[in-house]
């Protein structure tokens, strides 16, 4: 079987996209790569791309001069993750504490990794993890 990469984009759908693309790039500092109508695209680190839709914008796809995206939604809250160092761990939390962000949680792995888990504004679960919380993950 041929091998694959990585993810190479998330996408979330988002109630207030103007609102949301103030918080990645303010509270999370991700930099905006195209901004179009239909999506804002942010380079999330490591070669990976964070989709921002407006929720129910993407379902009927899009014609492109080299082909079709297929269209695409989604409802409640979804889930991503963010890869960060270890040493990193504590200026973020007490970053995203600053920010007041909505705390869910914190989790120490069985395998050394630590995760801490919060909202984004429109109730998406979001995680900052250091190495360690899988196996593939060092």
Do not use: C, Q
């Amino acid at each position: 079987m041929p091998k694959l990469n990585g993810v190479l984009e998330t996408a979330l759908y988002v109630d207030d996209k103007p609102r949301s693309i103030r918080f990645f790039k303010e509270v999370m500092g991700l930099e905006i790569v195209r901004d179009e109508e239909r999506l804002t695209a942010f380079d999330a680190g490591g070669a990976s791309i964070l989709l921002i839709f407006a929720r129910g914008e993407s379902t009927h796809g899009e014609d492109t001069p080299t082909g079709h995206i297929p269209g695409h939604d989604g409802e409640g809250p979804l889930h991503m993750a963010f890869k960060i160092a270890e040493a990193d761990y504590e200026p973020w939390r007490t970053h995203l504490r600053a920010a007041g962000v909505v705390e869910l949680s914190e989790v120490t792995w069985p395998a050394g990794g630590r995760s801490y888990y919060f909202k984004d504004p429109d109730g998406h679960v979001l995680e900052i993890a250091t190495p360690g919380l899988w196996p593939n993950y060092k």
